[in-house]
């Protein structure tokens, strides 16, 4: 079989950390093209590939047309970029949150729909070792009915992650639109519907820029959630958690607990309230300090290679998304917000 000819659309972190090392790894694909305004960051990982490097989206899909893109751009930029790939005839996977609104998101729903390619969005929680332990242990029924939960993702913030450090686009308004809540929080709105196998129907949230100067984007969140089949609990996203990274995920349940993250080398902990305690070591949850591989990339390149639905499609990365809205919605207006 051919080689899946992919193009990377923004030569930030998360492409150099996550995409372009993934991509290289797997032996389905073809690195073509990089794109990014600043043109050099572009032709450096244009060299080591062997591909072309692009100022531009348009020029690059006009001139190389590759049969896949990843879109790791501000997140301004998700949508329109996205779109346009779509409509150039490439398989779209774009990062988190997938757009700044559910009506782009639904746009970019349509145009991967009337273009026949693939739209998968980059919630790589779903992929971790612990997480998928921890619905496969779920889905025994050992623990009944989960009853509630926390779940939390925080870490110091972009500053130490992304290339620019405290001049990074996370922290302009006009290109971020929101802050730890459209970077930590809706990875966390995605896990708890994948888990629990469960939408959100109503949410209650305290989100704002508490500690970060310089910026008006949020950089902590703290809410509250209400599934549809009845287990209440909460998300946490946040930026100030200068003594190290937690993503952490507790499911407190009809017949015992269940700890996600909590310890260093049992990452799925099961405590009955039979007093059976049942340890699982899976393999470590990823982080900005210690980079483990998404599974994100190769899912993606799975589905193009067998025509399958991708594992995390544009209909539930927009039902994820539409989660954080709804807190932001719970914010602006001080009060309780049901989802459709």
């Given at each position: 079989?051919?080689?899946?000819?992919v193009?990377?659309?923004?030569?930030g972190?998360?492409?150099?950390?996550?995409h372009?090392?993934?991509?290289?790894?797997?032996?389905?694909?073809?690195?073509?093209?990089?794109?990014?305004?600043?043109?050099?960051?572009?032709?450096?990982?244009?060299?080591?590939?062997?591909?072309?490097?692009?100022?531009d989206?348009q020029?690059?899909?006009?001139?190389?047309?590759?049969d896949?893109?990843?879109?790791?751009?501000?997140?301004?930029?998700?949508?329109?970029?996205?779109?346009?790939?779509?409509?150039?005839?490439?398989?779209?996977?774009?990062?988190?949150?997938?757009a700044?609104?559910?009506?782009?998101?639904?746009?970019?729903?349509?145009?991967?729909?009337?273009?026949?390619?693939?739209?998968?969005?980059?919630?790589?929680?779903?992929?971790m070792?612990?997480?998928?332990?921890?619905?496969?242990?779920?889905?025994?029924?050992?623990?009944?009915?989960?009853?509630?939960?926390?779940?939390?993702?925080?870490h110091?913030?972009?500053?130490g992650?992304?290339?620019?450090?405290?001049?990074?686009?996370?922290?302009?308004k006009?290109?971020?639109?929101?802050?730890?809540?459209?970077?930590?929080?809706?990875?966390?709105?995605d896990?708890?519907?994948?888990?629990?196998?469960?939408?959100?129907?109503?949410?209650?949230?305290?989100?704002?820029?508490?500690?970060?100067?310089?910026?008006?984007?949020?950089?902590?969140s703290?809410?509250?959630?209400?599934?549809?089949?009845?287990?209440?609990?909460?998300?946490?996203?946040?930026?100030?958690?200068?003594?190290?990274?937690?993503?952490?995920t507790?499911?407190?349940c009809?017949?015992?607990v269940?700890k996600?993250?909590?310890?260093?080398?049992?990452?799925?902990?099961?405590?009955l309230?039979?007093?059976s305690?049942?340890?699982?070591?899976?393999?470590?949850?990823?982080?900005?300090?210690k980079?483990?591989?998404?599974?994100?990339?190769?899912?993606?390149?799975?589905?193009?290679a067998?025509d399958?639905?991708?594992?995390?499609?544009?209909?539930?990365?927009?039902?994820?998304?539409?989660?954080?809205?709804?807190?932001?919605e719970?914010?602006?207006?001080?009060q309780?917000v049901k989802?459709n």
């Open positions: 079989m051919s080689k899946i000819r193009a990377i659309i923004g030569c972190s998360i492409s150099k950390y996550r372009i090392p993934e991509y290289a790894a797997n032996d389905q694909v073809e690195l073509v093209a990089f794109v990014d305004p600043i043109i050099e960051r572009a032709q450096q990982f244009a060299d080591e590939h062997g591909a072309k490097a692009f100022s989206h020029t690059m899909l006009a001139e190389v047309k590759p896949a893109v990843s879109v790791c751009t501000p997140n301004y930029l998700h949508a329109p970029i996205s779109i346009d790939a779509a409509n150039a005839g490439a398989h779209v996977l774009v990062e988190k949150p997938m700044v609104s559910d009506e782009e998101a639904a746009a970019m729903i349509a145009a991967a729909s009337s273009n026949n390619v693939k739209l998968m969005v980059g919630h790589n929680q779903r992929f070792p612990p997480h998928v332990k921890a619905k496969q242990v779920l889905q025994t029924g050992v623990l009944g009915k989960v009853l509630t939960f926390r779940t939390s993702f925080g110091p913030g972009p500053e992650w992304s290339v620019d450090g405290k001049g990074s686009w996370f922290f302009r006009d290109e971020a639109i929101m802050g730890a809540m459209g970077d930590l929080g809706v990875h966390k709105s896990l708890i519907r994948w888990m629990l196998d469960d939408e959100v129907a109503e949410v209650a949230a305290f989100i704002g820029t508490i500690d970060k100067q310089d910026t008006d984007v949020d950089d902590n703290s809410c509250l959630v209400r599934m549809k089949g009845g287990a209440i609990g909460t998300l946490v996203a946040s930026w100030t958690y200068y003594k190290g990274e937690d993503n952490t507790i499911l407190w009809e017949n015992g269940m996600i993250g909590t310890h260093p080398d049992d990452q799925v902990i099961v405590e309230r039979n007093g305690v049942e340890k699982y070591k899976v393999g470590a949850i990823s982080t900005n300090d980079q483990e591989s998404s599974g994100v990339i190769d899912a993606f390149v799975d589905s193009i067998t399958a639905t991708p594992a995390v499609s544009g209909e539930e990365g927009r039902k994820s998304l539409n989660v954080i809205l709804a807190m932001f719970s914010q602006a207006k001080g309780f989802i």
